[in-house]
């Protein structure tokens, strides 16, 4: 919690400035990127084709992170590229409305290459102005949780009443109000050009034999969420629930994150990096075991409260784990590593496993490799935890 006698003003402005960016990029990201694959079948690109797409579009995100990240930290120019960032892909959601295959498929790989850079630089940005505010990352990120749920409920709204081909206009408008608080924020954070090569943070930073190994964990256990991401309105659908139920469930998702990034900084700060993790994975385990051995609407429903405790909790964890391992020159380096196995490979190769898995196994099958590859995840947090507590130097 903010200390006002102590934080000074400036301090206390970039983080109202911050919550105010995690907001209107939430708000923006909740009401269009759902319905952007829609869009490409309303606008003729075919379902196979779409599919095909987003793939490459998860690879290319994978492969500009780390150089984003390593020019950010090379340059110091963190502003910048969180503001092209948020307003290159808005400006460029104006020709999704155009039916031409060639202009929507160079617009998407185009936004990919500026979007992809916006969650990491955002987040080491975050840190960094949390701690200077003496409070948590959770308490800033939290904000961006709101906005997608917010967002996600208002654009069932705007839908009803305006086509998809117009979605674009509120996501522009939100996107600019974010890339313009961004424009407000101080530069304080950036210091002229760091002296260190960048081939040798990065090896420095891979070199980290417990940072790898996180890394790995973060990846056994992440690759689960595409069986919520990806599969879980077609799970609770042959469960036997409805489109309307559906929609409670996504909300009551997205809300539980709040609450539970806000909590992780006093779990942080009692147990520490290692444990919060561990522990927030061990809730990802009992999610996926709950639904693998309970395949009932309602139960489905009421067990989102474990999402907040299980993605939120581990995010926050992870975030802040890694601006501890990376150190202050290689902040955005660090995140967007993270970020290329959590979100990137992670979700490739979730998407492909687990949608193998339910295509011949049904939901039951995924929901058991899900518990059982988070299982996984925490065996190896439980490692890292161990070896932490005898050499916190390695």
């Not at 940072?211 to 799970?235: D, E, W």
């Not at 994150?257 to 522990?279: C, D, F, Q, V």
């Not at 955005?332 to 190769?349: K, P, R």
């Amino acid at each position: 919690m903010e200390n006002a006698a102590i934080i000074s003003l400036e301090a206390r402005m970039e983080l109202i400035k911050l919550r105010m960016v995690y907001l209107l990029s939430g708000l923006a990201g909740g009401l269009f990127n759902p319905y952007l694959t829609t869009l490409f079948v309303h606008q003729g690109v075919g379902a196979e084709v779409v599919g095909a797409l987003m793939s490459i579009g998860t690879l290319l995100s994978i492969l500009v992170q780390p150089v984003w990240g390593m020019l950010v930290d090379r340059y110091r120019q963190t502003k910048l590229v969180l503001i092209l960032s948020i307003s290159v892909p808005a400006c460029l959601s104006f020709f999704y409305s155009f039916k031409y295959f060639l202009v929507i498929v160079m617009v998407y790989i185009l936004s990919i290459v500026f979007q992809a850079t916006q969650s990491p630089i955002a987040d080491s940005y975050a840190v960094s102005a949390a701690r200077k505010a003496r409070t948590s990352y959770g308490s800033i990120r939290m904000m961006g949780s709101l906005g997608t749920a917010l967002g996600g409920y208002a654009a069932g709204f705007y839908l009803s009443k305006f086509g998809i081909t117009q979605l674009w206009m509120p996501f522009l408008v939100l996107s600019l109000a974010g890339a313009v608080t961004v424009l407000s924020l101080p530069r304080t954070t950036e210091n002229n050009a760091t002296t260190i090569s960048l081939s040798q943070g990065l090896k420095e930073l891979l070199g980290n034999r417990l940072f790898v190994m996180f890394l790995v964990a973060c990846f056994f256990v992440n690759q689960t969420l595409t069986a919520y991401n990806s599969f879980f309105v077609l799970a609770f659908q042959d469960a036997g629930g409805s489109y309307s139920m559906v929609g409670t469930a996504l909300l009551l998702a997205s809300l539980t994150n709040i609450p539970s990034m806000l909590l992780a900084a006093k779990i942080l700060r009692r147990i520490g990096y290692e444990r919060t993790l561990l522990l927030a994975a061990f809730f990802y385990a009992l999610r996926w075991a709950i639904q693998w051995l309970f395949p009932i609407p309602v139960v489905m429903i009421g067990i989102q409260v474990l999402h907040g405790l299980s993605f939120g909790l581990f995010y926050v964890a992870a975030v802040e784990y890694v601006a501890n391992a990376a150190g202050k020159k290689m902040q955005a380096t660090g995140q967007s590593v993270f970020n290329m196995v959590f979100s990137g490979l992670g979700g490739i190769v979730g998407n492909l496993l687990n949608g193998y898995l339910y295509s011949t196994g049904g939901p039951q099958v995924m929901y058991l490799a899900c518990t059982v590859s988070a299982l996984i995840g925490a065996g190896m947090l439980y490692w890292i935890n161990r070896i932490a507590r005898v050499s916190p130097n390695l």
